[in-house]
């Protein structure tokens, strides 16, 4: 497991950085730190002890193990989609379909009660407080609060919506496997170079100056790049609507455009304008803004919503559209993977949503301005939330999930099909080229992360796994322990080696051979040499015991590595030790899986995965021990290594 990642520190770091990364207005949401967050607490909350404070509270005690840790990680993830997106059905389908290895229909229902509990608690302190500053209305729930870019009214649909459809999903696909390859050579880059300053002090403060930069660049391009444009009058064009006023009319400031309530945008560069009753009896205003500053100068949220606004064909042109789209696109991509907490939601809709508008500009200009019924459907914010899902799925490869948030982020019910089949091509388009942008985070990181089915390739061609075994991949020369094991043995396994856990093996009677019986970690091997008060000083037949742990003894996590490094050291040089045994017996996991050496590999790694198994050990017929396997085993490059070793393929793997 990776250090840290569920530590109380980590969840603290990640908030404050989080906040100050989103505030300062850097292209970059709340969305990824916030699915960490809420494993984090999910993680915590439901073991109900703190290794940092040394604590343990008698409470939920059947909870601490593997499985159900996992599970209320899981339903923490789900719980923060749907709290930041006000989208419980997406945070439950993303569970099911990004983080959970296994499912089934209990975890299903607590997780979505996760995911129910925590919009309602958003919804309801959203209702009534704005920052920290109460508002009144408690409880009283705004379809505008609670649907983040909702759209005021839906469109009729054509058939022939779906060919922009086709085409915004192979331009997301594109652009998100081009942002993928990018990110992952700025990563590279900055990683080599990071890597260069030996100093651990000078390392941290370099990843904090290279933050500063980005935050200095990024408000200079936002600031200054907007001079370059002329203020552009806002469309009459709605006016002359009576269906859509609503959509434009705002009744705290009597203005009739969704922009005129954004005063920064008059003082960046533009007069601020008027309002006046015509002698028609119809409300006419004079007002213009500055595109490229509604654009950028805004931040993300408020500029994704004056995107996926209908009825607004002429607010922004090419120019505006096109330099957003750069600056964003490039932005964000040099900003992802720094030392911030920052997530890339906001950045992929908004890039996505300008892509789209461009899109829906062009067939603006083809077709003009529709009218009819039949041809409102040609409407720039519609090709927003459409180009928005595409590209979404073109960087994170996400379809089921992405489908019901983006649905649930505008309630535009009507353009569910058009966003299917856009994120469908998206997602078929991208996985021509690479994994999804976290996948190959995790493999750039070697973080040994396994793949919802394993994919090796031979020539060009996937391998049938089914057609191999365990003993194929597994590591053949294992360290056992046995059932009685002398205690400078323990401390020299621990010392000389790093594994995770071991096979114990013992004789059922006398003369027989040794057959396994169970595993043990490394974690409760060095609890047990903690204690010595159940060292013995024979290696009796007998099971008889003077002292035994319990088992929230063993499995509570030890603080001081040094402290425990020391003890070994003693143990392994004082003599009075030599002749100590330890019974391992009520310690072990007797319910360890085994899969036998001839085995299938597909069914193996689907076992390992599915029960998120650390490792797994490989018996033969008579239950002897003659291999392991372990996570790293199981990764696609070791799989090919080990593969072609074993078919006696003369090949250059890194030539491939």
């Known amino acids: 497991s990776v250090e840290y990642i569920f530590h109380i520190r980590t969840l603290i770091g990640t908030l404050v950085s989080c906040v100050l990364a989103v505030a300062s207005g850097l292209f970059c949401g709340p969305e990824g730190p916030m699915i960490h ?97 109460y508002q009144g209305h408690f409880g009283f729930f705004k379809a505008e609060e609670s649907i983040l870019f909702g759209v005021k009214y839906l469109l009729d649909m054509n058939i022939v919506v779906f060919i922009p459809s086709i085409i915004l999903g192979i331009i997301g696909g594109l652009l998100g496997a081009l942002f993928i390859s990018m990110n992952m050579r700025v990563n590279k880059f900055r990683i080599k170079l990071f890597n260069l300053i030996k100093h651990p002090l000078i390392q941290k403060l370099s990843k904090l100056l290279e933050a500063i930069l980005i935050l200095v660049v990024t408000i200079t391009a936002t600031v200054y790049v907007p001079s370059f444009f002329p203020c552009t009058p806002l469309s009459p064009d709605s006016h002359n609507k009576p269906e859509n006023r609503s959509l434009y009319h705002n009744s705290s400031t009597k203005a009739t455009h969704p922009l005129s309530k954004t005063e920064q945008f008059y003082l960046y560069n533009c007069p601020p304008g008027t309002t006046w009753m015509g002698p028609d009896g119809i409300e006419h205003s004079n007002y213009s803004h500055n595109e490229a500053a509604t654009l950028l100068v805004e931040n993300g949220k408020n500029g994704i919503v004056y995107l996926f606004r209908r009825g607004t064909h002429k607010e922004f042109g090419f120019a505006a559209l096109l330099t957003a789209l750069v600056i964003y696109y490039f932005f964000s991509c040099w900003t992802a993977g720094t030392a911030m907490a920052c997530g890339l939601v906001i950045p992929m809709l908004y890039t996505g949503a300008l892509c789209g508008r461009i899109v829906g500009l062009i067939m603006v200009s083809i077709f003009g301005v529709q009218t009819d019924v039949y041809g409102a459907w040609i409407d720039p914010g519609l090709f927003a939330v459409i180009g928005a899902a595409s590209y979404f799925c073109g960087v994170s490869r996400l379809t089921i999930s992405l489908t019901a948030i983006m649905v649930e982020l505008t309630n535009d019910v009507q353009s569910l099909l058009p966003i299917m089949v856009a994120v469908m091509v998206a997602r078929m388009i991208g996985d021509l080229f690479n994994h999804s942008l976290y996948s190959s985070l995790l493999k750039q990181k070697h973080i040994p992360f396994l793949e919802p089915e394993p994919y090796v390739l031979y020539q060009k061609k996937p391998l049938n796994l089914e057609l191999f075994t365990a003993k194929d991949i597994m590591e053949p020369q294992v360290k056992v322990l046995h059932l009685k094991e002398k205690v400078s043995i323990l401390v020299e396994l621990l010392l000389e080696t790093s594994h995770g856990g071991f096979p114990v093996i ?35 037949e007998s099971c008889q015991q003077y002292a035994q742990l319990n088992y929230h003894e063993v499995s509570f996590k030890f603080q001081n590595l040094t402290k425990i490094n020391l003890l070994l050291n003693m143990y392994r040089t004082d003599q009075q030790y030599k002749d100590y045994y330890v019974n391992l017996k009520p310690y072990i996991n007797q319910s360890a899986m085994t899969v036998h050496a001839n085995f299938s590999l597909q069914r193996t790694y689907n076992i390992f995965r599915t029960l998120g198994l650390r490792h797994l050990t490989v018996v033969d017929l008579r239950n002897r021990v003659v291999g392991i396997i372990t ?26």
Request: hydrophobic share 40%.
């Open 37 to 133: 967050m809420g494993s984090i607490l999910g993680s915590g909350l439901s073991q109900f002890k703190s290794d940092t404070f040394g604590i343990q509270f008698p409470f939920f005690t059947r909870f601490r193990n593997c499985a159900n840790r996992r599970n209320f990680i899981t339903a923490g993830a789900g719980a923060a989609i749907a709290s930041v997106f006000r989208a419980p059905v997406g945070g439950l389908l993303f569970t099911f379909e990004e983080v959970a290895s296994f499912w089934d229909i209990k975890l299903a229902w607590q997780t979505f009660f996760c995911c129910l509990m925590a919009t309602f608690t958003t919804d309801l302190l959203s209702s009534s407080f704005r920052g920290f500053t």
């Open 631 to 656: 996570r790293k085993d199981l990764m696609a490059f070791r799989l090919e290594e080990k593969l072609f070793e074993s078919m006696n393929l003369e090949t250059d793997i890194h030539k491939r």
């Open 506 to 540: 013992y004789q059922p009677v006398q003369g027989h051979e040794e057959v396994f019986i169970g595993s043990i970690t490394r974690l409760e091997l060095c609890r047990i040499l903690e204690n010595e008060k159940i060292f013995e000083t024979q290696n009796k």
